[in-house]
């Protein structure tokens, strides 16, 4: 059973377009999170819901949209796609924040 | 400015004997820390944690060791395996006032086991 799934993995598309990854859990956690690994191998977080609060917006342009529709579920929507948005994206969980549990990336490539 | 860094961008270790991965930072003000592994194509997989209360953290082959004076912090593995080949990252956070921990990551070591 996987714990945090996300759909696509991969994902190549032109710039301009619009976008989403999905993100989902079943630990049954009350904190999801969105994660970005650029070319430099930084890893990076996005933002974080709680409870489909958000909690954490770091600095993100505000072309990346994330919607929790339930505790389970974190999306990630992009729109107007630009070079700089290729990296992986990996989508986490976690139950109070301490420990997160990451999913397996998608892979942005944006030509 | 990078708060969390790891040094050592490789490291090679025989198979059996011990790994020692290093991690610094910058904020003293971090007080909780983890150790994360990944293969290529995966996620991060949590390995260990550590509180800033406390200077040494060991789950099985896996030890975590602080040192909060030096801002320093280590991971072993004894004996090392050759499926401990993998990417590992260190990551560092304050605990949160309200919603939840914010982690700040290093750019990882990558551990080569030969057999």
């Known amino acids: 059973d996987t714990a945090v799934s996300q759909t696509p993995k991969y994902l190549v598309t032109q710039m301009g377009n619009d976008k989403s990854i999905k993100c989902e859990q079943n630990l049954g956690h009350d904190t999801m999170y969105w994660y970005k690994q650029d070319s430099k191998k930084f890893l990076k977080i996005m933002f974080s819901y709680n409870n489909k609060e958000l909690i954490i917006n770091e600095t993100v342009p505000n072309r990346f949209s994330p919607k929790s529709p339930d505790k389970a579920h974190l999306n990630l929507h992009i729109n107007s796609l630009e070079l700089g948005d290729s990296a992986v994206y990996f989508c986490?969980?976690?139950?109070?924040?301490?420990?997160?549990?990451f999913g397996p990336g998608t892979r942005l490539t944006v030509l | 400015d990078q708060q969390v860094k790891q040094n050592s961008p490789s490291l090679s270790v025989q198979e059996g004997r011990i790994s020692i991965l290093n991690c610094d930072y910058t904020?003293?003000?971090?007080?909780?820390f983890l150790w994360y592994k990944k293969y290529p194509a995966e996620g991060p997989t949590f390995l260990i944690s550590i509180s800033s209360i406390k200077d040494k953290n060991e789950d099985g082959r896996f030890t975590v060791f602080l040192n909060k004076s030096a801002k320093h912090l280590s991971l072993h593995i004894v004996p090392s395996q050759p499926g401990d080949s993998a990417v590992y990252f260190c990551?560092?956070?304050?605990?949160?006032?309200?919603?939840?921990?914010?982690?700040?990551f290093g750019t990882g070591t990558r551990l080569k086991v030969l057999a």
């Open positions: 990551a560092a956070a304050l605990s949160p006032t309200s919603g939840t921990y914010k982690y700040i």
């Open positions: 986490a969980s976690s139950h109070s924040g301490r420990t997160q549990f």
């Open positions: 904020n003293s003000m971090f007080d909780y």
